[in-house]
T-cell receptor, first 107, second 113 residues
Framework: GQNIDQPTEMTATEGAIVQINCTYQ??????LFWYQQHAGEAPTFLSY????GLEEKGRFSSFLSRSKGYSYLLLKELQMKDSASYLC????????FGTGTRLQVFP | DADVTQTPRNRITKTGKRIMLECSQT?????MYWYRQDPGLGLRLIYY???????NKGEISDGYSVSRQAQAKFSLSLESAIPNQTALYFC????????????FGPGTRLTVL
């Protein structure tokens, strides 16, 4: 079967660093995506990993280990506007989404 | 102007009614998708189309149908709406692989009474 797991909720403090983990088991792999979704809004693309290692994009970084079926999204210098759900999605032949991690950032 | 648009943005209807949700895109992408999102269940794929002549069922296609009228337009129909189809519906588009990044419309909030 195909399965993507990520924590349901996380909390953090403004200015801190938070790591959101994602583990997956899929029948194929063409890449792993992270999306951000604010409540009631559309998901927006954050990052894409297809090779092992770390991809950095400003305050956000994403890591992939294909052998372990594991990825994480790292958010640095947290801001209040980072309060949102973060969706991990894997592409075996079309995207499969995890249920998302709701991150709340407190002052 | 938004690259992916959906109409209507909100709709309240009654059980048994036929409903059509429309999606248009100006990104020039061949691939289009319909998802529904329910609390705690994440995004689930209903139908997808890789070009105008291609239609494929997703994870939860029962009770839905689609039409790909042109490269830029992909419509989702509920032939006879039922209350458990109450959800947030998203259309998305993507370019061809390898990086099949999807771009989402603003969503349609559908309530079936």
């Amino acid at each position: 079967g195909q399965n993507i797991d990520q924590p349901t909720e996380m909390t953090a403090t403004e200015g801190a660093i938070v790591q959101i983990n994602c583990t997956y088991q899929t029948s194929g792999f063409n890449g792993l995506f992270w999306y951000q979704q604010h409540a009631g809004e559309a998901p927006t693309f954050l990052s894409y990993n297809v090779l092992d290692g770390l991809e950095e994009k400003g305050r956000f970084s994403s890591f992939l280990s294909r052998s372990k079926g594991y990825s994480y999204l790292l958010l640095k210098e947290l801001q209040m506007k980072d309060s949102a759900s973060y969706l991990c999605a894997v592409d075996p032949d079309k995207l499969i989404f995890g249920t998302g991690t709701r991150l709340q950032v407190f002052p | 102007d938004a690259d992916v648009t959906q109409t209507p943005r909100n709709r309240i209807t009654k059980t048994g009614k036929r409903i059509m949700l429309e999606c248009s895109q100006t990104k020039g992408h061949d691939r289009m998708y319909w998802y529904r999102q329910d609390p705690g269940l994440g995004l689930r794929l209903i139908y997808y189309s890789f070009d105008v002549k291609d239609i494929n069922k997703g994870e939860i296609s029962d009770g839905y149908s689609v039409s790909r009228q042109a490269q830029a337009k992909f419509s989702l129909s509920l032939e006879s709406a039922i209350p458990n189809q109450t959800a947030l519906y998203f259309c998305a588009t993507s370019d061809s692989p390898p990086a099949d990044t999807q771009y989402f419309g603003p969503g349609t909030r559908l309530t079936v009474l």
